[in-house]
């Protein structure tokens, strides 16, 4: 498995995989070094996100191969429907995924995402159209859904 660490407007992001795929994408609450040579496995994926936060990327092609259970494994299929610049509800996830009565469960599968921004985790709010739970950070989530806003708030001033 590979590993590198690049620095993003949210902090530092760890990112690993090997030849079968992306596994993994984490930002870090800690100070790590940033990579100086990206891995050959991870170069996509390290020039992918940095145009997603440069605004030029609105959807990833990686291959993909996070671990989880065959539960998360659906629920996160299913967080990779939701477009850019949208969001859904844990309920609306769960009947897309087909069992309305699944909510805790899909909320939590999603809490487990291990793919940071590629697969969009940040896009599920709640019901009520509030910013619930998100391992990295509320003020991460506000960040990631106000930049793949399609209205953009201007300043006045």
């Known amino acids: ?17 090997d030849a ?29 996100l940095n145009e997603y936060f440069q605004g030029k990327r609105t959807d990833f092609e990686l291959t993909l191969n996070p671990s989880g259970t065959n539960f998360q494994q659906k629920v996160w299929k299913g967080l990779l429907e939701i477009p850019f610049g949208k969001t859904i509800s844990y309920l609306q996830l769960s009947k897309l ?7 805790r469960a899909v909320a939590a599968a999603n809490g487990r995402n291990p793919l940071w921004i590629i697969v969009p985790c ?5 019901s ?6 998100y391992s ?3 003020s991460r989530k506000k960040w990631l859904l106000e930049h793949e806003s399609p209205v953009k708030q201007q300043s006045l001033f």
């Open 1 to 17: 498995m590979e590993e590198a660490f690049v620095d993003t407007p949210l902090g530092i992001a760890k990112l690993e995989g």
């Open 20 to 48: 079968l795929g992306l596994s993994s994408i984490s930002v870090l609450n800690s100070k790590e070094g940033i990579t100086q040579i990206i891995p050959k496995v991870l170069e996509d994926a390290v020039y992918q």
């Open 97 to 103: 995924l087909g069992d309305a009565k699944a909510v």
């Open 122 to 126: 940040h896009r599920v709010i709640g």
């Open 128 to 133: 009520d159209g509030s910013l619930t739970g």
């Open 136 to 138: 990295g950070g509320l």
